[in-house]
């Protein structure tokens, strides 16, 4: 999978966590999802909205990233918000229908736990558990996941090190769950025309220091519907493990992020691009 | 060349300098240099040592890259260290080997010019003329290349906006020399385990905003020599015209950047994978 | 409190959240705490350990703290380490210490809670609520501090912007509960020679938009002990009204951030340089 | 100077270069400009508009300051522009107002020099040659500097490390100039309420790790006139030996940098402030 890395000396200017660091498992942790396995030769793709907004978007839109070849739904149903007075997301509700679409599609789904509290309720309904950017230092939050038996998908902070993600990582890893899969999602900078700054060399950079999947989220990354194919491409020529998109099946009138969200055809034909890229680089999109 | 981008109007936050936007020429610059073509859809790539130090190392990196499929040399002679104790190039007689390798291989050269006083100088020897990061805002600099007749190399400044970038670039254009290649090389920011943050959004966003080509760095971009090859193949599948890459015969002996410059073979290699990835996306290394 | 600023409207680039905003709360809110007012004329020291670490300890550092001026004690019993191999504080024992010493010598105490389900039990033993940097945006526990009746002091995140500290505070305020203290203590830059950078334009600037008090942590600030004089007395000097400040007894041994800790001695000289800096703005330290 | 530094001996995590630093003039350098000394017990006050506009403006200005308190005149002749639409400045004809002005209020004239073919020219009409944010890794120009006999003002990159700041100031000291000033003016970070992040620690780090002189300019650090105040006083209270504002006769009508220039009765108003803050750090306004 690294076939592309010189065979220079890997040096970082910290200690690498124990549990984390690829020495502890060379070979590279796969974690399993039902019958989809991430962190091989396969790459996987994560799709859907951003919140789940109501039985009958959340159906059309599953389908629809189904059929164009994403493996795993995505969907929020505790949604962290900048504003109190934004949308917050429609809570066990919207669990409820992400547990309705994957029983009838078969897509497993992940979803977000933003408190200590919510992970056993999470946990009825979800097969993965997200851990957002806001709260990849929330040490409670990452405790009781490592306690989880869920796989975690732990996303960057936005001002997060690479030294720092890895030691929350640690954090679950260090209570007995190490289906972890990592995720860069941009991070601040000083750059203003996008919403965050896609740092695509986190993944080459993970991929060498820790044995976790690592995947990549260009709609938070980038802010931007038309800019998330390029970014998309470029992070699997990058070496990723996967992709995690937003889709809408109207990104018009989403009650989240329907700027950087995909239509239902734009995602279907960014994944025929995606399959040349992953070919070009000797993997496949699963 | 922008089969990706959805069909969503783009904005950004600030008004597009007349000269640079793509509405000016929305068929996009080529840039001839020689029998090259940047901005087409053949994909350049330049390649060579971060300074000149000798004739033996100059020619044998020359000679190498072009065999691997590199169209132009790059190459210092005055070199911006931060340290006034570092090496600072070789100068003229730099300038001269340059040009006696180029002569011998038919590589057109591309080298930096850091001082108004040196473009007369430096015309004379380089195919094309190198604006470097620290210069991106050195106005008399870049009404002074404007002026000249050749094509300049733009980078990116590492503390500048997208904003800032395309109206430094309006500076030479605004003069009569419409040119310009854009150099994306990495950006500062909070993140230490890379020596910059190499912001291949960049990439798409140049592309939809201006009519210039758009080439990437990523030796710079990285400061990681393992990690050149996982950045160029995602340069490439961003959208990038072409690649500027440092390549030494002996990095570990390099007066400048050792670090981050591959060795020959680890050249020739990348190529190959460059090649599939270019195709991948439609296009092809030239 | 305002004298400095010219009369020049202010304009921002964002809405203002309403209920922190100033316009609905021109005087400025005055949070009381027992018999110590912050957000007054009057100038307000908080002072003490990182971590509670032993009774000798915080028994030692609270009393000359108070000799030196400090109106209210800090110290953490549930520490946010980015290494969960790091000590994590004392927990409830480190609750119960506080609140034995608090009985002792009348100072109230601030202290963190990291998680929704501590604040019930932080809140029987604190004055006051921290919620640190890193949990600035976590939302669950935003609500859970506005549903208390306790007073909260809100740290910055190292990677918040102006208006998404506002709007985390208007959760807060947003449940009810008007008692929230502002804290600048640093952001996350480029710069490396300090352990963050401390944006003391934030206290003009936070002071102009909300009516909320507003203080500055100059130890996490710049994480070096030698440098907590200056920008403690450039912060009063910014309009804070108030301060807080990491001081150990020992600062050598400490369990945590000692090489930001002010010695006992170092603590009484510098609140005595304080005081010249509170009359020269026309205030004083309380 | 330096009486709130703690004993605890100072780290950085970079090599000191010879010439700049403090131990190898730990008495510090004073920089004498006519007969103001800059690096001494007393505080300089710099200040004038961002451009020199016309005759009118500049004395009307320089008058009123000089009258408030100022010691030395600034204004540009020469302005780095981010467009090349923008006013550009009066060129030579804004010198010859600049020594007009001198030679008629006795103030000594600071202007900034873009090129390297400018300083002889600047050199014959200024008393200090600035060299700005965007030039400060320009090397060339700060060898030309180096060479010759001025008083020079370094203003910090918008993106410089301390270690790299103090590395382009040994540039010059290099070429025998040690007459060096140095300037905090903000730095870029993700907030965007400011124009820049005003580092005011950037003060006691460089009076402890250099020799030289340093000061502040609150008027780009903020941008913003009515915040310049605030952080002028916190500045003085940080340790500064100076500070240098924008000031204005007409503020709303300034063909540059209007919004971030004081009045001339806001200067005067703002003078009066500063000396009680300066006498709260033991010492004074010269």
Not at 11 to 25: A, D, H, M, N, T
Not at 139 to 168: D, N, Q
Not at 207 to 236: C, E, F, N, Y
Request: net charge neutral; proline share 5%.
């Amino acid at each position: 999978m690294e076939a592309n890395v010189c065979s220079v000396p890997m040096k970082v200017g910290f200690p690498l966590p124990e549990k984390v660091s690829r020495e502890s498992w060379p070979g590279g942790t796969i974690v399993r999802v039902k019958e989809t396995e991430l962190g091989g030769k396969g790459i996987v793709v994560i799709a859907g909205p951003c919140a789940v907004e109501s039985r009958e978007q959340l159906f059309a839109t599953a389908r629809s990233v189904m059929a164009g070849g994403a493996k795993i739904l995505r969907g929020g149903a505790f949604k962290p918000r900048s504003s109190p007075y934004n949308f917050q997301g429609l809570g066990e509700e919207g669990l409820k229908l992400l547990r309705e679409v994957s029983s009838d599609t078969g897509l497993p789904v992940v979803t977000e736990v933003m408190d200590t509290r919510q992970i056993e309720l999470v946990s009825q309904y979800a097969d993965i558990l997200q851990i957002g950017s806001r709260n990849m230092q929330n040490y409670p939050l990452l405790k009781e996941a490592g306690m989880s038996r869920k796989p975690v998908l732990l996303k960057r902070g936005m001002m997060a090190t690479i030294e720092e993600y890895l030691l929350a990582a640690e954090y679950i890893l260090n209570q007995g769950n190490d289906k972890v899969i990592l995720c860069e999602r941009g991070i601040r900078t000083f750059e203003t025309s996008t919403r965050n700054t896609l740092d695509l060399s986190a993944v080459p950079m993970l991929k060498q220091l820790t044995h976790l999947p690592v995947i990549v989220d260009p709609s938070h990354g980038t802010g931007l519907r038309w800019m998330v194919p390029s970014m998309a491409k470029a992070a699997i020529a990058a070496g990723a493990d996967g992709l995690i998109m937003e889709v809408h099946n109207d990104p018009e009138q989403a009650l989240c992020d329907g700027q950087q969200s995909l239509s239902l055809d734009e995602f279907s034909l960014l994944m025929t691009e995606l399959r040349k890229i992953a070919i070009a680089v000797d993997r496949m999109i699963l």
